[in-house]
């Protein structure tokens, strides 16, 4: 089902009567819902695996300041789970910077953890789309991760 969500996220627009590319950012006030499907660089094992990120976005009125809150899944052995609240900022359109602390839920364990995440969005008839890189520290493992971004303004 997360899936589908997913495939159904990538492959619709609404349709606008504009210029359907928009870099605009601080005017982008409201609410994003969207995932970003990754590559995972375990630097400890030095092993690859697959990461889903979602996120839940306000942008605060009239600012370059959003408010999210993220989970992320590495399928890998160790069960590796993240739930984030995260303070993005946008210094210069389209890029934006991250910097959410969370849990980390590995297997049985939960511990604190620190994020660090950039896009660079595109947003295109109401969605952004662009690549995103985060690079994440936790007492059992430090990650890498590079993927596209995919989401959708409400």
């Not at 619709?12 to 006030?29: F, I, L, M, N, Y």
């Amino acid at each position: 089902m997360l899936a589908a969500l997913c495939l159904t996220c990538t492959c619709g627009a609404k349709a606008e009567d504009h210029d359907p590319v928009q870099h605009d950012h601080a005017h982008s006030t409201g609410i994003e819902l969207g995932t970003s499907n990754a590559l995972v660089f375990n630097m400890d094992e030095k092993s690859l695996a697959y990461g889903l990120h979602l996120h839940g976005t306000y942008t605060l009125p009239e600012s370059d300041l959003a408010l999210v809150l993220g989970y992320e899944r590495v399928l890998d052995e160790h069960r590796h789970q993240t739930l984030s609240p995260l303070t993005c900022y946008r210094p210069a359109e389209p890029l934006s910077l991250c910097l959410p602390p969370g849990v980390t839920f590995d297997g049985d364990e939960a511990n604190l953890a620190a994020h660090a995440e950039a896009s660079y969005e595109f947003e295109v008839h109401g969605w952004h789309l662009g690549p995103a890189a985060e690079v994440a520290y936790g007492p059992e493992n430090t990650h890498l991760n590079l993927g596209p971004h995919t989401g959708i303004m409400f």
